[in-house]
């Protein structure tokens, strides 16, 4: 099994910045991806961003482009999510998931095997 717990998260002004992490311990070692997901009351839960853990190769919603920005730190157990210029409809509770096959739709949540918790961001 792989744990993920997920922190960073809180609130923030329209405008600001947040950084997420997601810790991951388990077996890790055969997860092809990791991303992103978020939900807001009353919403699905949508795909943000995702990474290819061994080729670096990332993927992100049309809504976060060029204001997000996943990574992984070098030892591919800790996962991260800069966000900025942050919006109100950016509110939501923010999940992190992994996958073990390497499957090509990167925002479906069926594609994940593994979850976090969660973590509220919350912009005014």
């Known amino acids: 099994d792989v744990q993920l717990v997920e922190s960073g998260g809180g609130s923030v002004q329209a405008g600001g910045s947040l950084r997420l992490s997601c810790a991951a311990s388990g077996y890790t070692y055969n997860t092809c991806s990791m991303g992103w997901f978020r939900q807001a009351p009353g919403k699905e839960r949508e795909g943000v961003a995702a990474?290819?853990?061994?080729?670096?190769?990332?993927f992100y919603a049309d809504s976060v482009k060029g204001r997000f920005t996943i990574s992984q730190d070098n030892a591919k157990t800790t996962l991260y999510l800069q966000m900025n210029s942050l919006k109100p409809e950016d509110t939501a509770v923010y999940y992190c998931?992994?996958?073990?096959?390497?499957?090509?739709?990167?925002?479906?949540?069926?594609?994940?095997?593994?979850w976090g918790q969660g973590t509220q961001v919350t912009v005014s």
């Open positions: 990474i290819r853990r061994y080729s670096g190769t990332t």
């Open positions: 998931a992994a996958s073990i096959p390497c499957l090509p739709n990167w925002n479906e949540t069926r594609t994940y095997t593994y």
